[in-house]
């Protein structure tokens, strides 16, 4: 079974390349070879251990993809019952349309201030 291209690409987006080392499995490689065609074909984790303890897992790349987008969907979620508890508390703070549009003008000038130059002339800014 050959792995899906798109989820491929998209597991770039969850997995930043500093955070996981990429292996080639060369011609010589033939018992990690067969452990990894076994993880592919069955869609379970093989367990690595060492001195009897695990250390290391094999695991379909499409299900390495689907196990990343579960912790983001859980913490998205666990993120949306703080807010709603503490919504529930009353600690919440809501803005008028009003108090909202000064707060992002007070934003955007402050930006535009950090944007300037120490010789006085102004950096360029994005959207300008």
């Known amino acids: 079974m050959e792995p899906n291209p798109d989820i491929q690409d998209e597991m770039q987006e969850y997995m930043p390349e500093e955070a996981?080392?990429?292996v080639e499995l060369g011609p010589?490689?033939?018992?990690?070879?067969?452990?990894?065609?076994?993880?592919q074909e069955t869609k379970s984790a093989i367990i690595v251990k060492r001195d009897g303890q695990p250390v290391?897992?094999?695991?379909?790349?499409?299900?390495?993809?689907?196990?990343e987008q579960l912790v983001d969907d859980l913490d998205a979620k666990a993120i949306g019952l703080e807010y709603e508890?503490?919504?529930?508390?009353?600690?919440?703070?809501?803005?008028t349309h009003e108090e909202f549009k000064e707060y992002m003008e007070k934003v955007v000038a402050e930006t535009m201030k950090r944007a300037t130059l120490?010789?006085?002339?102004?950096?360029e800014v994005a959207g300008e």
């Not at 290391?56 to 196990?67: G, H, K």
């Not at 508890?85 to 803005?95: K, M, N, Q």
């Open 56 to 67: 290391a897992a094999i695991v379909d790349f499409d299900q390495l993809v689907e196990l």
């Open 85 to 95: 508890a503490a919504d529930a508390r009353g600690e919440v703070e809501y803005l």
């Open 118 to 123: 120490k010789d006085g002339s102004r950096a």
């Open 20 to 22: 996981n080392e990429g």
């Open 28 to 39: 010589g490689d033939e018992r990690l070879a067969q452990l990894v065609e076994r993880a």
